[in-house]
């Protein structure tokens, strides 16, 4: 994985030193409120109902052992035990002091990592495939595209102050585990045949997805950007975006609106235009220096595929069902012959999602330094990965994750929920959405329809804003205000996949209880119409809404 | 980056009845000229000095930079970044004169100014010495191009 140089923490440390002087500033009165509150932003730090919160930078959602280790060091020491690791797979804290902030900052900076630009109007944290690099269908392992992305937006002068947020995704595979398309600019990297016979890769740009209270997905306005042009793109995307993206109205700032509005065609003009313009401008990186990130993600030295393993975990385990259960389940095709990625859900049933305690971080740490090559990725969904596990190592890494909480067999099915804080956490919420998640990951377990269910993933979000991904589930839940009482939308259809669809409302909302039953209801009509080998979205695509609206209101 | 001569001359003043809180790290003599709209100086031969909107083209002076002397970019409110390109712009089209930036200008947004070339700020509010003489050392390198010399981080691996 990618380490520092002095170069890159010379900066990280400096930012540190920034922020210690505006927060001494802002106490001595020399920074307002206002002033004050985007630099904090762009730090990561967010004043939410019950206190500051912190979101933290997992650059494409890539963690070493000690990274893992250091976050919860600052779990404990600064929060209350525990983290949230987020669906832009980053890290959050929810009860932190403002005045602990400067020291968390050089806590992080001691391993290589930071809080800058998770939040404010600025470019965000660049997120990934979270199997890149381990993916048995990637052309090629996104993330040195990610990482040179991740250090042009770092500090960009011109880009500081943008409409709104930005967001940036980077895979490299057919399959889209990133939800690319619902991004501010999602990039594929893409390999075509060139003249001489051989094969060149390029990006493709898709700009002007989202969600929120307006959910678009991203037209493709480029499909073959050349890699030693890629920085220069972005920064013409961006640079239109600046220009010409709306101030007016906060709600229509995204760049979404700005495609949407001008079009893409007259958008991808303006931008084709600009990029014109600043490719005589020199703000390429040198292309080594592309090739020197990618050094940093050579794959590790793999083990032959039927070498033993060394972990002295007793054969038999590997015949429990409760172990076979959870492979199946739980793990993904690897590129290297005898290995897998190994997920680890943090969805224990009844459980917050995305909630790991710091004695789990630091499990999840040992088990990467000893059976993973020392790598954890966050997932979009809110689970961690071991990318790289050797199937032998397999028992003996269910066994520490089993005796942690940590083993639930779940992936990608109905207790596999994106949830957002909601009104548990969040200011702007409208909706309480962590014990929804609860009560529905508990009434599928009580009635085992979990796993006939297969592949259905359930998305709540506690207000428009929809950080819950509710447009992408193939369930979606939204939660709104109705006259002071929490209230229930439910909506199908929607996949944050390759196949890129947004939810549709089933019609009016239910109660907390009522959403729990609706979803049932919902399962049920796939579970009675479905054919051989259909997934609960691709019957509803087929049925369409009909049935399940009679189902649910009739 | 930071002349500390500069920084000191700048926050005292120029003599010559401007904003004491002007700061300048230019050398020449400052350009005595009333701003006018962009709309205005394309229309009016004469005009020496221009002032940028947020909204406006920065493009359209482009054919006129050879008589600018002066363009002040103004930012209303610190948050809207619209500024930054059209300062960048500028330079990028060879413009060499004052650029001058106005208004909502704040010391945290000093470093990210300088880089997209401006060479002059008048903010609303007078700044604190010893701030914008921090704040403009703060970074030891930098990542990416932008109007200013710096060389990139990313150049400087490869030299």
Known sequence: MYRYDTYDQAMVDARVEEFR????????????????????????????????????AVPYGTLSGDQMRALADIAEKYDRGYGHFTTRQNIQYNWIKLEDAGDILADLASVEMHAIQTSGNCIRNISSDHFAGAAADEVVDPRPY???????????????????????????S????????????????????????????????????????????????????????LITYAEACLRVYNRHGRRDNKYKARIKILVHELGAEEYTRQVEAEYAHLLDQGVEPPFAEL??????????????AEEASASGEPAETASEPAFRRWVQRNTNPHKAPGYVSAVISLKPVGGIPGDATAEQMRLMADLAERYGFDELRVMHTQNIVLPHVHKSDLPAVWRALDGAGLSTPNLDQIG??????????????NARSIPVAQKISERFEASGKGEALGELKLKISGCINACGHHHAGHIGILGVDRKGVENYQLSLGGSEAEDTALAKITGPGFSEDGIVDAVETAADVYLRE?????????????????PFKEALYD | MTDPATTTEGLQGDGQGHNSGLLRYRHDAIADHAAVTV??????????????????????LIPHLDRVKLVEVNFPAFGDGRGYSSARILREAGYEGELRAVGDVLVDQLAYM???????????????????EAALARWPDVYQSAADDRTPIWTKRHA
């Open chain 2, 114 to 132: 300088r880089r997209c070339g401006f060479d002059s700020f008048d903010p609303d509010a007078p700044l604190d010495a010893g701030d914008v």
């Open chain 1, 530 to 546: 479905r054919t051989e080998g259909e997934r609960f979205l691709d019957t509803y695509r087929r049925i369409g809404m009909t």
């Open chain 1, 146 to 172: 990610a990482e040179l992305l991740r250090q042009w937006s770092s500090f960009h002068p011109e880009f500081a102050y943008l409409p709104r947020k930005f967001k940036i995704a980077v895979i490299a």
């Open chain 2, 39 to 60: 709309d205005a100086f394309v229309e009016q031969d004469d005009a020496l000095a221009v002032r940028i909107e947020p909204g406006d083209e920065a493009r359209e």
């Open chain 1, 21 to 56: 002087d505006q927060c001494r500033r802002r106490l001595e009165g020399k920074l307002t409120e206002d002033q004050f509150k985007p630099l904090r932003l762009m730090n990561g730090l967010y004043l939410q109902l019950h206190a500051y919160m912190l979101r933290v």
């Open chain 1, 291 to 304: 090739e020197r990130i990618r050094t940093f993600f050579a794959d590790p030295e793999f083990r032959a």
């Open chain 1, 174 to 229: 057919k399959t889209d585990r990133a939800a690319m398309k619902l991004h501010d600019i999602g990039i594929r990297i893409v390999e075509r045949a060139n003249e001489d016979g051989g094969a060149e890769l390029g990006a493709s740009f898709y700009v002007g997805g989202g969600m929120g209270r307006t959910p678009m997905i991203a037209p493709c306005i480029n499909e073959f950007v050349p890699l030693d042009r």
């Open chain 1, 416 to 429: 596999d929920i994106i949830a957002c804080p909601g009104l548990d956490y969040c200011s702007l919420a």
